[in-house]
C-alpha cells in the first residue's frame, strides 16, 4: 500500500495527508491502518482512532488541542473540531537539566570565505548601506543607491537603500525602539560602510541618534543632513564615493565557521514545515552552534504553547527567567490590545492544514534544534554568546527579518510551504517544504526540504544542506531574493504617531 498519511511521532492520534485523499480511501500510518471518512486536502490531518469530545489530539508527540465533540478515526480534524487547549498565563519552575546534540564530527573544521572586520564580527557579504534616519527621504535614499550603483558599484557586494516609515513623530519607547534597530542595521557586519541620511528636523535627527548609535568608524559610517546642503544628491555622492572605496579594501579570507550568526524564520507555513523544513533548520541549529557559532530564534507568538521546550534548555536561572518574560510580555501585549492570545495561525496557515497555535508553534520551535538557549535578546540587541539565542518580536515576515538583522544575523534561512518571495537585507535562503512548491516557484526558493519526503535522509540532506550554506556565506552562490533584489524592512511599532 502506498504511504498517503505521514505519522510523526508514535505516541500521534493523527496523520498528515501526503497528497489530496478522497473519501473512502484506505491509508495506513505507523503500523495503524484507517479508511478515510472525508477528504483530506493535501497537508491536512486524519484522525487515526476514535476520539471522544475533549480528548487530546496530539501531533508531534504533543497535544495540539482538544477535540470539540466526537472524532471517528478517519475524519479530517481541522477548525470544525480541533480547539486549542492555550489560556491565559502559565506558571513556569526553572528546572536545570542536561543539554545534549547530536555530535558534529566536521565542527572544528567548518570554514567559509568571509569578511572579517575591525569589531571582530564577520560579514559574508561586502556592501554599502543608506539607512535613512526618518520615512521623509526615503525617496533620496533610494535615488542616492541607484546612482551610486551605477556610478561604483563594481567596488562592492551591493549598494542598497534601507527605506522605512519610522523615525518621526514617535514617543518614548516606540523612538527608542526604532533607534536600536536602525542602530542594529548599522552595525550589521554584511555593510562594511553605511551612510546614515537625515532630513534634519525629525525625532530621530542626528543630534538625538548619534548618542544612541554610540562609537563608530568614522571611516565606515558617515552622515548627511538633507536639509543643510544645497545639493543633497552632489554630497550624497561624493560621501558616497569614499565609503565604496573605504568597503572596497576589505577582502574574502578563510573564516571558522565559529564566526556564523545564523537567523531562522517561518513564513506562508503549511503542516509539512515542522517535518521537512523547521526539523532540517533544527539541525543547522544545531550543526552552526556546535562549529561554536550563534542562532536565532524569534517569533514569540510562535512560541507560545511550546515554551516548555525552549525553557527547559535555559542555561542558567537568569536566562529562565528572561524566558519568562519574554512570553509573558508579548502575552501582556496582545492583552493591551484587546487581542485573544492564542489566535495566530493566519488564514494561509490555516488553509495548509494547520488548526490550532500548539500545533504551528510545536512545528516553528524546531527550527532551535536541542541547542542550548544562552540569551534572551530585546530589539536591536546584538548577539553575544555561542548557542540559540531568543529574540523578542512578532511572527510578522517583514518585522521579524529585521529584526535577526539588526540583532547581526549574517544570513536568514527562510521556511514556506506556501511560498513568499520577500527578502531581508542579508541574504534570506527559502527552504521549501514540499517539492511541488520547490519545483512550481523556484524563482523564489533556495532549497527543497521536501525531498526528507521521498526518500532522502535528514543525515543526508542536512550535511548537503550545511555545505550549501557555507557556499552562500563565502559568496558563491547568491540567494533567489539577492539575485531578484527582493530586500526590504519594516520596523515594529506599538506605539502613539502624532
Known amino acids: 500500500m502506498p504511504k498517503l498519511l505521514f505519522k510523526i511521532s508514535p505516541l500521534d492520534n493523527v496523520a498528515v495527508a501526503l497528497s489530496d485523499l478522497q473519501k473512502g480511501t484506505v491509508c495506513q500510518a505507523g503500523g495503524q ?6 477528504d483530506i486536502p493535501f497537508g491536512h490531518k486524519a484522525a487515526l482512532t476514535d476520539l471522544a469530545a475533549g480528548d487530546y489530539v496530539i501531533k508531534y508527540g504533543h497535544p495540539i488541542g482538544h477535540a470539540r465533540q466526537p472524532i471517528p478515526a478517519g475524519s479530517h480534524v481541522h477548525v470544525q473540531n480541533l480547539a486549542t487547549n492555550l489560556d491565559g498565563f502559565l506558571e513556569y519552575q526553572y528546572k536545570p537539566s542536561k543539554i545534549s546534540m547530536p555530535s558534529f564530527q566536521d565542527a572544528a573544521n567548518a570554514s567559509f570565505q568571509g569578511y572579517m572586520r575591525k569589531n571582530g564580527k564577520a560579514g559574508i557579504r561586502n556592501e554599502v548601506w543608506i539607512i535613512p534616519t526618518v520615512g521623509c527621504v526615503n525617496a533620496t535614499a533610494a535615488l542616492l543607491a541607484q546612482k551610486a550603483r551605477a556610478a561604483f558599484g563594481g567596488r562592492v ?16 519607547d516606540d523612538l527608542l525602539r526604532t533607534q536600536h534597530i536602525l542602530r542594529g542595521l548599522i552595525n550589521n557586519p554584511n555593510a562594511g560602510a553605511v551612510l546614515i541620511l537625515s532630513l534634519g528636523c525629525e525625532n530621530n535627527n542626528l543630534e538625538v541618534f548619534k548618542p544612541i548609535l554610540g562609537d563608530y568608524d568614522p571611516d565606515r559610517v558617515k552622515f548627511l ?27 574574502r579570507e578563510p573564516l571558522s565557521a565559529r564566526h556564523l550568526v545564523i537567523g531562522f524564520k517561518c513564513g506562508g507555513s503549511d503542516a509539512f514545515s515542522g517535518i521537512t523544513a523547521n526539523p532540517l533548520c533544527g539541525r543547522i541549529n544545531d550543526m552552526v552552534v556546535q ?5 536565532i530564534l524569534t517569533e514569540v507568538p510562535e512560541m507560545f504553547g511550546a515554551e516548555l521546550l525552549l525553557m527547559d534548555r535555559a542555561v542558567n536561572q537568569q536566562v529562565f527567567d528572561r524566558t519568562v518574560r519574554l512570553i509573558n510580555d508579548f502575552k501582556q501585549y496582545f492583552i493591551r490590545h484587546n487581542q485573544a492570545i492564542y489566535e495566530n495561525p493566519s488564514p494561509g496557515n490555516k488553509k495548509g492544514g494547520i488548526t490550532t497555535l500548539e500545533e504551528k508553534s510545536l512545528g516553528c520551535t524546531q527550527k532551535g534544534g536541542q541547542a542550548p538557549v544562552v540569551s534572551v535578546l530585546d530589539y536591536g540587541e546584538p548577539v553575544e554568546k555561542n548557542g ?10 517583514q518585522v521579524s527579518c529585521t529584526n535577526l538583522t539588526a540583532s547581526g544575523a549574517q544570513m536568514i534561512l527562510f521556511t514556506t510551504g506556501r511560498g513568499n518571495p520577500f527578502g531581508a537585507p542579508i541574504p534570506t535562503v527559502k527552504i521549501a517544504t514540499n517539492s511541488g512548491l520547490a519545483k512550481r516557484k523556484s524563482h523564489w526558493i533556495d532549497y527543497n526540504a521536501g525531498q526528507l519526503l521521498e526518500g532522502s535522509t535528514f543525515d543526508q540532506v542536512s550535511s548537503d544542506f550545511f555545505r550549501y550554506l557555507l557556499d552562500v556565506a563565502s559568496g558563491r552562490i547568491l540567494t533567489k531574493n539577492e539575485q531578484n533584489g527582493y530586500r526590504e524592512i519594516s520596523i515594529f511599532r506599538d506605539g502613539v504617531i502624532l
Open 291 to 295: 562549529c561554536g557559532g550563534s542562532t
Open 33 to 38: 491502518t484507517v479508511r478515510l471518512l472525508n
Open 225 to 251: 543632513t538633507t536639509q543643510e546642503v544645497d545639493d543633497e544628491y552632489e554630497e550624497g555622492m561624493k560621501l558616497l564615493d569614499e565609503l565604496t572605496d573605504f568597503a572596497a579594501s576589505a577582502k
Open 388 to 397: 540559540l539565542n531568543l529574540l523578542t518580536g512578532p511572527g510578522n515576515d
Open 157 to 172: 557586494d551591493g549598494i542598497c537603500a534601507y527605506t522605512h516609515n519610522m523615525g518621526c513623530s514617535q514617543l518614548s
